[in-house]
């Protein structure tokens, strides 16, 4: 939800907000990950795989936002929020995982898990755990618990390879960044104690809501009206006096 925040409250842009979230999320990785690894419950050999693909498609993801005028980049958002939402509804129906005792079978899902998580966390600004998580559990056999640990370890390499990506194409504010990382994590420890204080399934249905109503109201943006101004944004990649401009 950092995101929206940013945009509403701190007027940041749609591209600004995912690449700052994104360095704000590479803390709250490492920080979750480290404290996961101490109860033993992230899988290196997995999180390496992982994190071979999802490194490579991360950078393209944060390209792809990039080029995106604004308000097609919110509707992506918007859509990207509702699946994340029904992926949180159907959770305890989702049935039992399935273990592939194949090691071919099981190193192709996690690369391929890779793949997607890592285009999805460059151009959406998040971990990329909403998508890895399930994939893990369902089509590899993981524990949960291994699962979110693991997911939180690629999110280091994977989030920091976009959040470069977002920074070298001008995404990033770094002015707000102290603020943002020391509210993500405390946000991350807050959630955990009401986490122990609330059952599952009220946690899974509160947050539902809010990213059910977050995303409707993004897919909702339109385009711009025709003749207003245009919204230009340069890469320090680019080539001397190229831009990309987008009408508003």
């Known amino acids: 939800m950092s995101i929206p925040l940013m945009v509403a409250f701190l007027k940041l842009d749609q591209h600004a907000a995912h690449g700052t979230s994104l360095v704000a999320l590479v803390f709250t990785g490492l920080a979750g990950a480290v404290t996961y690894a101490l109860n033993g419950s992230v899988d290196l050999a997995a999180s390496i795989l992982i994190a071979a693909t999802a490194v490579a498609t991360a950078r393209s993801g944060a390209h792809f936002a990039h080029s995106l005028p604004e308000w097609k980049l919110k509707r992506a958002f918007g859509g990207y929020l509702l699946i994340v939402s ?51 559990v369902l089509l590899a056999g993981f524990d949960q618990h291994v699962a979110q640990g693991t997911s939180l370890l690629v999110m280091v390499p994977a989030g920091g390879m976009g959040a470069y990506t977002h920074w ?66 340069s890469s320090p990649d680019s080539r001397a006096g190229e831009t990309s401009c987008f009408k508003h």
């Open 86 to 136: 029904a992926l949180m509804l159907l959770k305890p129906y989702l049935g039992m995982p399935q273990m592939l005792t194949a090691g071919a079978a099981r190193t192709i899902i996690l690369l391929m898990t890779g793949t997607v998580a890592g285009f999805t966390s460059g151009m959406m600004g998040v971990g990329g755990g909403a998508f890895m998580i399930p994939a893990m």
């Open 168 to 233: 070298r194409l001008g995404n990033v504010r770094t002015s707000i960044l102290p603020g943002i990382i020391a509210g993500v994590l405390a946000g991350t420890w807050l959630g955990g104690t009401f986490a122990h204080v609330l059952s599952d399934t009220i946690l899974r249905a509160i947050f539902a809501v809010l990213l059910t109503w977050t995303g409707i109201r993004y897919l909702r943006t339109g385009p711009p009206p025709t003749g207003s101004r245009a919204e230009c944004r």
